[in-house]
């Protein structure tokens, strides 16, 4: 069975710093994209950043560019986001999900989602 | 950035009813196109995919269709577990994915 667990969310101050972490089993993890998608409170879907399966491409939404960094350890079968001078407006619940096997897919597994506050 | 636009942003409807939803590109997507299924405190789920194919384990009773910028998702009969937030998604210019605002359905 799939399973994606993320963990590391929390409260923290804005300027503050938080790595996320996603564990994947029940898939050959090492094969897939993946990415983290992001949801403000009654909000929509916001796609954040992806992560191809060896690590050579890596994309970001604009609006995280150079405060975010997306990373892997297909070893440890772990997906990381690195989020650096956090702002309100990165309050949300993240999920990492997983890109079907063909070069464009859309997300066919999602975590459970861990909640990121931004607040002084 | 290729903008996706749902509507209605909310409806709605009663049990047994036929619902269809909308979301229109704001450029041609072929059929790279997904529609999730999010009920309140829980992931978004996978319905459909290539704007028409149903992911395993999805009730035949969900259909979608579309290509270029017009796409629908229909549920033929719905059923009390239907009532949800429903979202579209392009992936044609992956991986810069974009989501529809979601369309919210509630119970008439």
């Known amino acids: 069975e799939v399973q994606l667990v993320e963990s590391g969310g929390g409260l923290v101050k804005p300027g503050g710093s938080l790595r996320l972490s996603c564990a994947a089993s029940?898939?050959?993890?090492?094969?897939?994209?993946m990415n983290w998608v992001r949801q403000a409170p009654g909000k929509g879907l916001e796609w954040v950043s992806s992560?191809?399966?060896?690590?050579?491409?890596?994309y970001y939404a604009d609006s995280v560019k150079g405060r975010f960094t997306i990373s892997r350890d297909n070893a440890k079968n772990s997906l990381y986001l690195q989020m650096n001078s956090l702002r309100a407006e990165d309050t949300a619940v993240y999920y990492c999900?997983?890109?079907?096997?063909?070069?464009?897919?859309?997300?066919?597994?999602w975590g459970q989602g861990t909640l990121v506050t931004v607040s002084s | 950035a290729i903008r996706m636009t749902q509507s209605p942003s909310s409806f709605s409807a009663s049990t047994g009813d036929r619902v269809t939803i909308t979301c229109r590109a704001s450029?041609?997507?072929?059929?790279?196109l997904a529609w999730y299924q999010q009920k309140p405190g829980k992931a978004p789920k996978l319905l459909i995919y290539?704007?028409?194919t149903l992911q395993s384990g999805v009730p035949s009773r969900f259909s979608g269709s579309g290509s270029g910028t017009d796409f629908t998702l229909t549920i033929s009969c719905l059923q009390s577990e239907d009532f949800a937030t429903y979202y579209c998604?392009?992936?044609?210019?992956?991986?810069?994915?974009?989501f529809g605002q979601g369309t919210k359905l509630e119970i008439k």
């Open positions: 998604q392009q992936y044609y210019s992956y991986p810069l994915y974009t």
């Open positions: 290539a704007a028409s």
């Open positions: 999900a997983r890109d079907g096997l063909a070069v464009a897919d859309p997300f066919d597994y």
């Open positions: 029940g898939f050959t993890f090492s094969s897939y994209s």
């Open positions: 450029q041609g997507i072929s059929s790279y």
């Open positions: 992560i191809s399966s060896s690590s050579s491409y890596i």
